[in-house]
């Protein structure tokens, strides 16, 4: 389970309205290189702190450019 510090009302309404994309590189010759940004994606999305928790990644999708480029209701906070 992911730890989290605790966190006032106004800094889990303010992270409730992010969508965060945890990018990654990524890589056609080694199928496993996606694995710890996906499992990390995954546990900050069961954590229900923001709005949407998305993988990206700049060699193989779904590729940031993707990603990225379409539009959202909210902030989009990206962590390389």
Do not use: C, M, Q, Y
Not at 13 to 40: E, F, M, R, Y
């Amino acid at each position: 389970s992911l730890s989290t510090p605790a966190l006032s009302a106004a800094d889990r309404t303010l992270l409730a309205a992010v969508h965060l994309v945890i990018l990654g590189h990524g890589s056609t010759k080694n199928s496993d290189s996606t694995a710890p940004v996906l499992a990390h994606a995954a546990r900050l999305s069961a954590a229900g702190l923001f709005r949407s928790v998305r993988p990206a990644f700049w060699k193989v999708p779904p590729l940031a450019t993707e990603l990225l480029s379409a539009p959202t209701d909210g902030p989009t906070v990206i962590l390389p």
